[in-house]
């Protein structure tokens, strides 16, 4: 079985700075082969996407976040990362990681990241 497990969140001030991690574990998944990224959800608001980062690298990111975070992974430690800089309070959401390849998509049990003076 797949788990897809977060860390990194907490609390912090505007203009700090934030990494996040999404471990991936589990039998048979080829973690190099899957695109990975990060969604987040605001208070009352649908998940959007963050960003993506393909099996060969190619990054994409919304336009909200680009040129302040950066994705990133690590296929030996099967390991996705979200680094977060220049932080504003409207990037205050719960973060998800997913895992998505082989017809199949896997998510993380999400970390809270809050925004604020």
């Known amino acids: 079985q797949v788990q897809l497990v977060e860390s990194g969140g907490g609390l912090v001030q505007p203009g700090g700075s934030l990494r996040l991690s999404c471990a991936a574990s589990?039998?048979?998944?080829?973690?190099?082969?899957?695109?990975g990224g990060w969604y987040r959800q605001p208070p009352g608001k649908q998940r959007e996407l963050v960003a993506t980062?393909?099996?060969?690298?190619?990054?994409n990111y919304a336009s909200s976040v680009k040129g302040r975070f950066t994705i990133s992974r690590d296929n030996n430690k099967n390991t996705v990362y979200l680094q977060m800089n220049s932080l504003k309070p409207e990037d205050t959401a719960i973060y998800y990681c997913?895992?998505?390849?082989?017809?199949?998509?896997?998510w993380g049990q999400g970390t809270q990241v809050t925004v604020s003076s």
């Open positions: 997913e895992l998505t390849g082989w017809g199949q998509t896997y």
């Open positions: 589990g039998i048979r998944i080829i973690f190099s082969t899957y695109v």
């Open positions: 980062i393909t099996s060969g690298g190619i990054t």
